[in-house]
């Protein structure tokens, strides 16, 4: 059997889309089983996390480096619009109501249950950051599904009767014991690799493992 890598990813975080177009021949190159294990973003499981205080380096720098390292690799990084997490940029203050992020989390579960949880997230995470405005108007988001190979009506009769919540608590379970708490986090025999830019050690590892294809 092929070892697993879990992937560590959110809908929100512009290195998971940054991250995702390297597993692809990461999965090619080796004998590995990559899963994709969607997470909330910090700024719904951490609402008093930095990103939330009057400290506006972090989501200062997320966003420049964010839109440098996509202009580089030519993966550009435009911020959605709508933002998949509903929040007040003037106060920091994160709503009640999140009509976006829960749905599309759940839908990345239900995707890996299908087998194109990496599909899913590539053609989502490109319509989201992509520059499309109202990606979640139309059916812009059935047109991303499809080109992933999936159904999104059938994805959501899923989700609607579905345990997707709880397996999301469990991915984020996971992502703590892994030893780090952010994303994209690859894990490989429970060891942790953090960030779009650690893709070349993790192959490292795996070059070290013997698994080659």
């Known amino acids: 059997m092929s070892e697993i890598i879990d992937v560590y990813w959110s809908f929100r975080s512009p290195y998971s889309r940054l991250v995702t177009a390297d597993l692809f021949p990461l999965r090619d190159d080796f004998d590995v089983d990559v899963q994709i294990r969607p997470v909330l973003p910090l700024a719904i499981r951490f609402p008093e996390s930095l990103f939330t205080s009057e400290d506006r380096r972090a989501p200062r720098y997320i966003g420049m480096d ?16 709508p933002d998949p997490v509903v929040q007040d940029f003037a106060t920091m203050e994160i709503s009640d109501e999140q009509p976006y992020i829960f749905r599309l989390t759940k839908l990345g579960v239900e995707a890996n249950r299908q087998g194109k949880g990496l599909e899913y997230i590539q053609h989502v995470s490109e319509l989201i950051f992509g520059g499309t405005r109202g990606w979640d108007q139309g059916d812009k988001l059935k047109g991303a599904a499809a080109e992933a190979g999936l159904d999104l009506d059938a994805m ?19 992502l703590d014991a892994s030893g780090h708490w952010g ?21 490292w590892r795996l070059d070290q493992a013997g698994l080659r294809k």
């Open 66 to 81: 964010s839109h440098r390292r996509g202009e580089m690799l030519g993966r550009p990084i435009i911020w959605p619009q």
């Open 156 to 174: 959501e009769a899923a989700i609607a009767h579905g345990n997707h919540m709880e397996e999301i608590e469990r991915n984020q379970d996971g």
């Open 183 to 203: 994303v994209p986090t690859m894990v490989f025999r429970a060891e942790p690799f953090f960030g779009q830019d650690r893709i070349d050690t993790l192959r």
